[in-house]
Nanobody
Framework: DVQLVESGGGSVQTGGALRLSCEVL????????MAWFRQTPGHEREGIAH???????TYVDSVKGRFTISKDDAKSTLYLQMNGLKPEDTHMYYC????????????????WGQGTQVTVS
């Protein structure tokens, strides 16, 4: 099976930067489509970036130009570099993965990490 282990969250000031990591443990065949989501209690979960087959990448408008999703296959790790952080970026961040060819932020993801908190003040 697949386990996603996130790290890298924390507290930063407005304008600061953080890099989130998501290590993939298990059957990598089921992780060809990966994404980052974020959520605040009481609000809907929001997909913010995805990385699919052939390196296709999309971002939600609110993070375009500030966040960068990338993957190091040798380390089986997905990253989210977050620059120019704003207070409205304060959320719990989750990585997610799925297999198969269909891949977008609207896809149904089978595997989820435990979440890492990002707080911007």
């Amino acid at each position: 099976d697949v386990q996603l282990v996130e790290s890298g969250g924390g507290s930063v000031q407005t304008g600061g930067a953080l890099r989130l990591s998501c290590e993939v443990l298990g059957n990598l065949y089921n992780t060809y489509c990966m994404a980052w989501f974020r959520q605040t209690p009481g609000h809907e979960r929001e997909g913010i970036a995805h990385l699919g087959r052939a390196g296709l990448i999309t971002y939600v408008d609110s993070v375009k130009g500030r966040f960068t999703i990338s993957k190091d296959d040798a380390k089986s790790t997905l990253y989210l570099q977050m620059n120019g952080l704003k207070p409205e970026d304060t959320h719990m961040y989750y990585c997610a993965a799925k297999g198969g060819w269909a891949c977008s932020l609207e896809s149904t993801f089978n595997y989820w990490g435990q979440g890492t908190q990002v707080t911007v003040s």
